[in-house]
């Protein structure tokens, strides 16, 4: 690796969603030799730091936030323990409050000699890029979601089409290449906004302010996501550089301090003992889940189809989603030692190595809330997804996937939804099937997969799509730099 005398400064919003696929993609750059400043609050930098591998020379570095001062509870710096839409409003809200600490920050760095390559923030930090080009740097913002679902989310935002019609279904004004979306795929802060709201205000207010940057990397695919990506290069005339997938590597360092609730190798062993293409993954992310009621139809919905599964679970909606998972209480009586006698289940608590997982050619499909990270871990291994999307851009994830991709069929959607057994026995039969629909899904996940595996190959004489991207993202910072020196 040749070591280049340049900086970039990364800083991602203060939720684990969106600091985890930040360190990935810092991590990535780093080993193409650039110097990485990995930007938050201090209990965020704190925790950070576990999940740095001992060999990385990413410099963490904090930047003052106290939340009392914002209305907040002490100690609050992070969407992981918000438990309501109004505290993460406030959280957001506080988040502004950043910015003369960021333009100290660089006004640090380039006072004490970095040569400052580029910014890359948030997309809920928008406002750094003026800051940033206070010092005539070159400013992206970096998304870890697809083209697609943020084009849509943008979008609703942008126009709340939904205020404007008594129909269920609606276009978006600006993204008719999305086809309808149906009310069921709005969240309910979204439901309910009507441009003068507080999470109307502070979201329209960011969301226009992404124009101001030089760049939008997204953690997708051209391949696979190129009408999420067209919207946004038209909508805001900035070049969008798919980037993807950047991927957390086995290595589970990444997962943010989430302690595994089993070893990858009794995993794998246990994926071993079962034949090819057997096997339904089950989780919801790195910090969903789903009701009480929802949790008992799908157990039930599993003893039925009597498909070998994996299931990753945390307590449900209404209890501490860190506490024990008290089987006897939020599984039918029975239901877990049944899977464990039959040798039939594996019931993960807390969190599985999701990516060893995927890889195991016994795991035949994935049930998944479609967070972004999981489709792509999913699809470069060729599973196809039975959707079952919770919130934010989630629903129209699952959207691009059944109605575009066609590697997807959806089972549920959110958290309030009536969901009865017999159904997801149905979706599950649909998808592990080994002829029909169940077949084609699985063909069209493999060649997704040759998709997504051509677009990082980086040969001497083959460039994929995303390692092009990346260059031409990096070119671009030090055109600009050039420019200015
Ligand atoms: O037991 C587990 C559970 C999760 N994971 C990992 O955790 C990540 C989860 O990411 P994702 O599937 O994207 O889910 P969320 O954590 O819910 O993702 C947030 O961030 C995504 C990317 O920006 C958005 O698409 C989602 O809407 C948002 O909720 C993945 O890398 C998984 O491999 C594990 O390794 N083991």
Redesign the pocket.
């Known amino acids: 690796m040749e070591e280049k005398n340049q900086n970039i400064v990364m800083f991602p919003f203060m939720a684990?969603?969106?600091t985890?696929?930040f360190l990935t993609l810092a991590l990535k750059i780093e080993k193409m030799g650039y110097k990485i400043t990995f930007v938050n609050t201090p209990l965020n930098i704190k925790n950070l730091k576990k999940s740095l591998p001992p060999s990385s020379t990413i410099r963490l570095v904090e930047i003052p936030f106290d939340s009392s001062k914002h209305g907040l509870p002490p100690g609050l710096e992070n969407t992981d323990t918000v438990t309501t839409y109004d505290l993460m409003l406030d959280l957001f809200e506080a988040s502004l409050s950043l910015k003369p600490y960021f333009r100290n920050l660089l006004s640090d760095l380039i006072s004490g000699g970095a040569s400052l390559l580029c910014v890359i923030t948030d997309m809920f930090f928008a406002w750094t890029a003026d800051v940033t080009h206070e010092f005539g740097v070159f400013h992206a913002i970096f998304?870890?979601?697809s083209g697609f679902?943020l084009g849509c989310y943008y979008s609703l935002w942008m126009n709340l089409p939904h205020r404007k019609t008594e129909s269920l279904e609606f276009s978006l004004p600006d993204f008719h290449e999305a086809g309808k979306i149906h009310v069921t795929q709005l969240m309910d802060i979204m439901l309910k906004a009507d441009g003068t709201d507080r999470w109307s205000r502070f979201l329209i207010y960011n969301l226009s302010l992404w124009v101001r940057s030089d760049a939008i990397l997204l953690n997708t695919v051209e391949e696979i996501d190129g009408i999420g990506l067209s919207y946004f290069r038209i909508k805001l005339g900035l070049p969008v550089w798919p980037i993807g997938p950047v991927l957390?590597s086995v290595d589970?360092r990444s997962?943010g301090g989430k302690v595994p609730g089993i070893s990858p190798e009794l995993c794998i062993k246990w994926l071993d003992s079962k034949p090819l293409n057997s096997v339904l993954y089950i989780?919801f992310?790195?910090?969903?889940t789903i009701s009480a009621s929802q949790m008992m139809q799908l157990a039930k919905a599993l003893e039925m189809s009597g498909n070998n599964f994996i299931w990753?679970v945390r307590p449900p909606l209404g209890f501490d989603i860190n506490a024990e998972f008290e089987a006897e209480e939020w599984l039918p009586e029975g239901f877990a030692k049944r899977a464990e006698e039959q040798n039939r289940g594996l019931i993960?608590t807390?969190?599985?190595?999701?990516?060893e997982i995927l890889s195991h050619k016994s795991v035949a499909a994935f049930l998944?809330?479609c967070?972004?990270?999981?489709?792509l871990?999913s699809l470069s291994c060729g599973v196809p997804l039975i959707g079952w999307p919770f919130?934010?851009?989630?629903f129209y994830?699952a959207k691009l996937l059944v109605e575009e991709v066609g590697v997807c069929v959806e089972v549920a959607r959110g958290t309030h939804f009536e969901v009865r057994r017999e159904d997801i026995v149905h979706k599950i039969e649909m998808v592990m099937r080994v002829d029909g629909k169940a077949k084609q899904m699985r063909e069209k996940a493999c060649e997704v997969e040759t998709m997504i595996g051509d677009a990082i190959r980086d040969e001497e004489d083959y460039k994929g799509s995303s390692v092009k991207s990346m260059e031409e993202f990096l070119n671009a910072a030090l055109l600009t730099k050039e420019s200015k020196t």
């Open positions: 684990q969603g969106h985890i696929p998304s870890g979601c679902g957390r589970n997962r989780s992310g790195s910090q969903s990753v993960v807390k969190w599985a190595p999701q990516v998944s809330h967070g972004w990270n999981s489709v871990e919130y934010a851009e989630q994830n």
